[in-house]
């Protein structure tokens, strides 16, 4: 049981670092003329954020996700050495 858990957390692990460093490509590839379709994405998410003022506390919530196509590819690839491993 345990080694399953562990199992999941690294893939966990591999996804996330799939999506950062995907996205951290196509933000960087996006500039150039011939990969800027790997910057190409959509943005979802609160846009403004929410505020919850309770006068002693401020709550403060936002979250957006920005996915482009370089972030999907690191997906696959992070899966795809998730399995070989």
Aim: cysteine-free.
């Amino acid at each position: 049981m345990a080694t399953r858990d562990k199992g999941m957390w690294i893939l966990l692990l591999f996804l996330l670092a799939g999506i950062v460093l995907g996205g951290l490509l196509g933000e960087v590839a996006g500039k150039i003329d011939f990969l800027w379709w790997l910057g190409y994405g959509q943005t979802f998410g609160l846009t403004e954020p929410l505020v919850l003022d309770l006068k002693v506390l401020t709550l403060t919530f936002a979250l957006q996700f920005k996915i482009n196509v370089a972030s999907i590819i690191g997906v696959a690839v992070a899966l795809f050495v998730y399995r070989k491993a």
